[in-house]
């Protein structure tokens, strides 16, 4: 246990050390994780790392998606539902299609029973990667939502493919009709579930005196409640764990104190890093495993096998996404779509931002070794390795090469939005001018007599008045002086008996967060 415990705190520290180095070079993080990974796992010394599917599915699979719910646009995902779904669906399945059509064909012992298990595994892509990508190039935010929300809802409906193809493979009957309404009852039941508990959780927040602290835990139980829930009911847990995401976070404002959403995106901010940088770090790590389970397969044949069916993946998503703008063309004669004209340039980047990633091996490593009758599983040591094949090449080729690929598109953003920093200072102005008109109009004899009302109104007012760049650079760093000379004077007073450090520290923070609202306001920083 000891020995684990000291494992997995190196391996965060190689995270850490990693994603700096990703930044530096200015590549998304899933890629240098994972070949990170690769490098440790050659390291004579370095204990071979078996990943645990459950770890995965119970364990890591409801925060992060859950993290990602909370993250997501519900504007944008209702803008591009049509879009979304079809992805997330449609597409999904037909690339397990496919992938079920060449595998039983080209691959030895293959059946289509097992062509589909192993469409079901590969079909989803990955979000996480792809958005890694997409921070360090400029794209339309069109792209970039619909990337998010299909992932959102893909991995549900590649799990539901491949629990009814694990169900053909070991009893070998597939009935069609049978299988088409199971898979809208586990969908339908789910996003019930996931709503349910999250109305138990809203009704808590909202009714119940909870404190920050209490409001935080309860977030991060709510993933593991609704995915656990519906499982235990064989309905989709992710979409359980997404639809109760959604729910929660359009009503946050409602139920949550400033202080739990503040304190409440740091902490999950900070989770979903770790948990993202551990999966992608274990995946390459569990190469060694993986090819000493190979048996009788060579390694050549194996990667063979695995550079067909990644090949096999990119160009039916290519093909799938532009066939899904020329559908859309046709279909906006009949009803009325978010973008009659989608072009090829938006289809041509969201088919090939599929890279691959941590549910597709877990899906894998799932698979049972055994049949119901004890027999040993068909193939399933080989579809383990063309699975991380095809992570590991859609990570590395398709990662490395789509911000060159979005350069070479050079798309420009349909929706002709304003630039972030512009829709910022448009937003502080009206912001200002509404408080400056309700403090004018509604406390106007107050406003006489009281200075804070006063200094208020001055800040609202150098809110609506936009200044020169000079004043506001001359402002800027200014404050941010000011702010640390306040922090070296808060640790004088720290050093004597007659302040707490309780007291020091919550004015510390009271600088950290005016500091972040300053930065935020003329640089634009994110901490990654």
């Known amino acids: 246990m000891l020995e684990s415990f000291i494992v997995y705190i190196f391996l965060i520290l190689a995270i850490l ?9 200015k590549i998304a993080y899933p890629i240098v994780l994972v070949l990170g990974g690769l490098l440790l796992s050659v390291i004579p010394g370095i204990p071979l790392i078996s990943i ?18 909370w993250a997501t646009s519900w504007k944008e995902l209702w803008r591009w539902r049509r879009v979304v ?22 691959l030895p012992g293959f059946t289509l029973a097992l062509g589909f298990l192993l469409g079901g595994i590969v079909s989803p892509p990955d979000a996480v990667s792809a958005t890694s990508v997409l921070k360090y190039v400029k794209v339309p935010q069109r792209v970039t939502s619909i990337v998010e929300g299909e992932s959102l809802l893909n991995d549900a409906s590649s799990l539901i493919v ?3 193809a694990l169900i053909a493979v070991d009893t070998g009957h597939f009935i069609f009709s049978d299988a088409a309404m199971s898979f809208v009852i586990v969908i339908a039941m789910g996003i019930v579930v996931g709503i349910g508990i999250a109305l138990i959780y809203y009704a808590i927040h909202r009714w119940l005196p909870t404190t920050v602290n209490i409001d935080i835990v309860l977030t991060l139980t709510a993933p593991y409640m609704m995915y656990v829930t519906a499982e235990s009911f064989h309905f989709s847990g992710v979409l359980a764990v997404v639809s109760g995401g959604l729910f929660l976070s359009m009503r946050s404002h409602r139920f949550l104190s400033y202080r739990s959403r503040l304190r409440g995106s740091n ?6 890093f770790v948990l993202n940088g551990l999966v992608f770090m274990l995946i390459g790590l569990e190469l060694p495993t993986i090819v000493n389970e190979l048996g009788s397969t060579s390694i050549v044949a194996a990667i063979g096998y695995g550079v067909l069916i990644s090949v096999v993946l990119i160009v039916t998503r290519l093909l799938s996404t532009m066939f899904a703008s020329v559908f859309t063309v046709f279909i906006s004669r009949y009803i009325t779509t978010a973008d009659n004209r989608p072009g090829w340039r938006g289809p041509f980047i969201l088919g090939w931002a599929g890279m691959r990633g ?12 055994h049949l119901t009758d004890g027999s040993a599983f068909p193939q399933r040591n080989l579809i383990l390795f063309i699975t991380f094949t095809v992570i590991l090449l859609t990570l590395v080729i398709q990662g490395l090469t789509l ?24 937003l502080r102005e009206k912001l200002a001018e509404k408080s400056l008109l309700i403090l004018d109009t509604d406390h106007a004899e107050k406003l006489k007599t009281n200075r804070h009302l006063q ?5 609202f007012e150098s809110d609506k008045f936009h200044t020169d760049t000079a004043e506001q650079e001359d402002y800027r760093q200014i404050y941010l002086n000011l702010l640390e000379k306040q922090r070296t004077l808060l640790d004088e007073l720290n050093k004597g008996n007659d302040t707490d450090e309780s007291v020091v520290r919550r004015h510390q923070n009271l600088l950290d967060l005016e500091e972040e609202k300053l930065r935020s306001r003329f640089d634009g920083e994110e901490e990654s």
Do not use: C
Request: aromatic content about 10%.
């Open 52 to 69: 645990n599917p459950e770890l995965i599915f119970v364990i890591f699979l409801p925060p992060l998606l859950y993290e990602a719910a």
């Open 162 to 164: 491949f629990r009814f």
């Open 455 to 459: 200094h208020l109104k001055t800040r």
């Open 403 to 426: 911000p060159l690929v979005i350069r070479w598109v050079n798309m420009e953003d349909p929706d002709h939005h304003l630039p972030v920093e512009l829709q910022e200072q448009t």
């Open 85 to 106: 779904s079809s992805f997330a669906f449609l597409i999904v399945i037909v690339t397990s299609f496919v992938v079920a059509i060449v595998s039983s064909a080209v």
């Open 267 to 272: 902490v999950w901010s900070t989770l979903g």
């Open 17 to 25: 050390l990693l994603v700096m180095l990703a930044q530096k070079l």
């Open 358 to 369: 941590v549910v597709s091996l877990a899906a894998a490593l799932s698979i049972p070794i």
